[in-house]
Nanobody, 122 residues
């Protein structure tokens, strides 16, 4: 089992920044690739970004590329999502998740956090 706890969400004005954190505990964190997903009201959950445990390679959805940065600190068992130039359409509940695969598909992720709300005002 891997337990994931997100933090860092909140209310920010358009153009602002937030950094989300996801603290992991339980089984060996370093064996898992980590992803961030988000779900806006009335919409399906969607992939945002992922980072591979082995070499730190990163992958982004088109909406996140150039504005968001995913990173991980294996010593702290924590993954981050730095979000810059935020837009109202980024408003959503953001979830971190863990998988042994290298994938952007939601159903391939085995462990999920409870989510943290990000609200971007215009």
């Amino acid at each position: 089992q891997v337990q994931l706890v997100e933090s860092g969400g909140g209310l920010v004005q358009a153009g602002g920044s937030l950094r989300l954190s996801c603290a992991a505990s339980g089984r060996t964190f370093n064996n898992y690739n980590m992803g961030w997903f988000r779900q806006a009201p009335g919409k399906e959950r969607e992939f945002v970004a992922a980072v591979r445990w082995r070499d730190g390679s990163t992958y982004y959805a088109g909406s996140a590329k150039g504005r968001f940065t995913i990173s991980r600190d294996n010593a702290k068992n924590t993954v981050y999502l730095q979000m810059n130039s935020l837009k109202p359409e980024d408003t959503a509940v953001y979830y971190c998740a863990a998988t042994v695969l290298l994938t952007t598909r939601e159903y391939d992720y085995d462990y999920w956090g409870q989510g943290t709300q990000v609200t971007v005002s215009s």
